[in-house]
C-alpha cells in the first residue's frame, strides 16, 4: 500500500519561502515520478512540478524561477522548494506518484495514481 504524506505548509508573507516534503511509503520511491500539484479554491487542481526516476525534472509556467524540485531517495522524501511566493501561489499542495515505475511524469493529473492529502499554503499580502 502506497503512501504519501506532505508536511510543510502554512502561513507565509508575500516574498518568502516555504518548503515542503512529501513522505511515502510502501515502495522504492527512487523508481518512480514523483509530482506535485496545487489546488486554490473554486479552480481545477494545477501542475507544479515534477521530479523524474532519471533525474530530468519540470514545472509548470506559474512557478518557473521560483520553484526548486528535489528527492532524497534514501529518505523516501521528495521536498518542493518555494521562493518568491505570491499571494496567487495559495492553495493546497498535493504530491502524487504513478502506479508504474520508470515512468516519465508531466503535467497530466491522470498520469498520477496515489495521491497524499494536501498540505495548505497561505501566503499573505
Known amino acids: 500500500q502506497v503512501q504519501l504524506v506532505e508536511s510543510g505548509g502554512g502561513l507565509v508573507q508575500a516574498g518568502g519561502s516555504l518548503r515542503l516534503s512529501c513522505a511515502a511509503s510502501?515502495?522504492?520511491?527512487?523508481?518512480?515520478?514523483v509530482a506535485w500539484f496545487r489546488q486554490a479554491p473554486g479552480k481545477e487542481r494545477e501542475f507544479v512540478a515534477v521530479?523524474?526516476?532519471?533525474?530530468?525534472?519540470r514545472f509548470g509556467d506559474s512557478v518557473k524561477g521560483r520553484f526548486t524540485i528535489s528527492r532524497d531517495n534514501a529518505k523516501n522524501t521528495i521536498y518542493l522548494e518555494m521562493n518568491s511566493l505570491k499571494t496567487e501561489d495559495t492553495a493546497v499542495y498535493y504530491c502524487?506518484?504513478?502506479?508504474?515505475?520508470?515512468?516519465?511524469?508531466?503535467?497530466?493529473?491522470?498520469?498520477?495514481?496515489?495521491w497524499g492529502q494536501g498540505t495548505q499554503v497561505t501566503v499573505s499580502s
Open positions: 502524487a506518484t504513478t502506479s508504474w515505475p520508470y515512468q516519465i511524469g508531466g503535467a497530466n493529473i491522470g498520469q498520477y495514481d496515489y
Open positions: 510502501g515502495r522504492t520511491f527512487s523508481n518512480y515520478a
Open positions: 521530479s523524474n526516476y532519471s533525474g530530468s525534472k
